[in-house]
């Protein structure tokens, strides 16, 4: 299985998108959520594609949204905004001593399901930094503008290359210095 770790902001959404949400949302006489209306039709339009071109592709969510709302809440927000493929997004990373290492999260997770899942790559698309020991992993998109074109094109290459492979038995290594 290969595993895309998808933040939200700054990269389904971005800077750009809740300013034109905001815009519309001003000038409408009828309430719209900044968060459902908000994703980037571009971000949500390339997202697509990466699930389309990687075969057995699967969602988890690294977001802070996670902390407000539940998977289900999540998928309905994503398959609103269009994306086509809400179901491949099955779980989030876990939160533990309210640590906001992402890297760490994305490791707990790992470490608790890539041997069940049988994860043998993985993708982080998220416009922080924080992913240590997970830095070849991540594709860091601009928080002003979200999962774009040069973006969606380096995490195909960078399953179809292999770049991406993961290898649960050197993590763990890692892990036990």
Same mark, same amino acid.
């Given at each position: ?115 069940? %899942? /049988?994860?043998?790559?993985?993708? =982080?698309?998220?416009? !922080? $930094?924080?992913?240590?020991? @997970?830095?070849?992993? #991540? ?9 774009? %074109? /040069?973006?969606?094109?380096?995490? =195909?290459?960078?399953? !179809? $290359?292999?770049?991406?492979? @993961?290898?649960?038995? #050197? ?7």
């Amino acid at each position: 299985m290969k595993v895309v770790f998808c933040d939200i902001d700054g990269v389904l959404n971005s800077f750009q998108s809740i300013e034109a949400a905001r815009r519309i949302k001003s000038n409408r006489q009828d309430s719209i959520g900044i968060n459902e209306d908000c994703f980037c039709p571009m971000a949500i339009s390339n997202l697509n594609i990466l699930f389309e071109d990687i075969h057995n592709l699967w969602g988890v969510v690294s977001s802070t949204w996670r902390k407000h709302y539940d998977i289900e809440q999540i998928r309905n927000f994503l398959s609103m905004a269009g994306f086509l493929y809400p179901w491949k997004i099955f779980d989030i990373t876990p939160t533990r001593l309210s640590n906001r290492h992402r890297g760490n999260e994305i490791h707990w997770w790992l470490s608790d399901y890539a041997e069940e %899942y /049988e994860v043998n790559s993985f993708v =982080i698309l998220d416009d !922080n $930094s924080d992913m240590n020991p @997970y830095e070849k992993h #991540l594709v860091q998109t601009n928080g002003k503008h979200g999962f774009m %074109y /040069e973006d969606l094109i380096k995490s =195909i290459e960078g399953f !179809n $290359s292999g770049e991406f492979s @993961y290898d649960r038995e #050197l993590d763990k290594k890692r892990y036990e210095r």
